[in-house]
């Protein structure tokens, strides 16, 4: 499975973006999907994640860090091969560089699924600037 993530760029506090990570590979639909964030001088931080369809966490299908909730939504389209991340509400906080990844993650523990380290397959990653 390959990953290119998109749809990065500069928007002023308050703005929208909407991130897609495309995936090449058949196996695609079978892998849930995360998204994870590096902003400078910082440790990479889980952000979301959706199941593959019909997969379902204890948390349900989709998971979502702290700092994000209720103002990012994860989606994703198996037809096109992709999965979204809508962000609203964006804050200076959430600048940085923004990468999915991709594994088998349809039975874990949460705690699998937040660490990075879980997943098989990642993107090149897209800048996220929030202008203040």
């Known amino acids: 499975v390959q990953l290119q993530a998109s749809g990065g760029g500069l928007v002023q506090v308050g703005g929208s973006l909407r991130l897609s990570c495309t995936a090449s590979?058949?196996?695609?639909?079978?892998?849930?999907v995360g998204w994870f964030r590096r902003a400078p001088g910082k440790e990479r931080e889980f952000v979301a994640a959706?199941?593959?369809?019909?997969?379902?966490?204890?948390?349900?299908?989709?998971y979502y860090g702290s700092s994000v909730k209720g103002r990012f939504t994860i989606s994703r389209d198996d037809a096109k091969n992709t999965v979204y991340l809508q962000m609203n509400s964006l804050k200076p906080e959430d600048t940085a560089v923004y990468y999915c990844?991709?594994?088998?993650?349809?039975?874990?523990?949460?705690?699998?699924?937040?660490?990075?380290?879980?997943?098989?397959?990642w993107g090149q990653g897209t800048q996220v600037t929030v202008s203040s």
């Open positions: 990844a991709a594994g088998q993650l349809g039975n874990a523990i949460m705690s699998t699924v937040l660490s990075g380290n879980s997943y098989d397959y």
């Open positions: 590979g058949r196996t695609f639909n079978s892998n849930a």
């Open positions: 959706i199941n593959s369809s019909g997969k379902r966490w204890s948390s349900g299908r989709t």
